[in-house]
Nanobody, 122 residues
Framework: QVQLVDSGGGLVQAGGSLRLSCAAS????????MGWFRQAPGKEREFVAA????????YYADFGEGRFTISRDNAKNTAYLQMNSLKPEYTAVYYC???????????????WGQGTQVTVSS
């Protein structure tokens, strides 16, 4: 399994932007599809975005289409989630994950980061 470290969360005003990063250890990063999930207090973890191993395939939850961009740099062993036009309801802990396929289901992913808190104020 690959080890993942999330970062980049913080407090931002509604309408602002944040870029989350997910640094992976090891030499096999390019062998994994990457995903981002989030979990708000009292709610279940939900899919945000995913990217294929090559980076050519990207997938988004409906709320992320046109607002979020997932990317990866295989040379740097890092995945990113650029979030724009943030809303207060996006407040949650955001987690990156690595797995064999870029899928919506969290069960697809084998390794998880520790999470990074995103708080959007109104």
């Amino acid at each position: 399994q690959v080890q993942l470290v999330d970062s980049g969360g913080g407090l931002v005003q509604a309408g602002g932007s944040l870029r989350l990063s997910c640094a992976a250890s090891g030499r096999t990063f390019r062998s994994y599809a990457m995903g981002w999930f989030r979990q708000a207090p009292g709610k279940e973890r939900e899919f945000v975005a995913a990217i294929s191993r090559s980076g050519f395939g990207t997938y988004y939850a409906d709320f992320g289409e046109g607002r979020f961009t997932i990317s990866r740099d295989n040379a740097k062993n890092t995945a990113y989630l650029q979030m724009n036009s943030l809303k207060p309801e996006y407040t949650a802990v955001y987690y990156c994950a690595a797995g064999g396929r870029a899928r919506v289901s969290s069960e697809t992913y084998d390794s998880w980061g520790q999470g990074t808190q995103v708080t959007v104020s109104s």
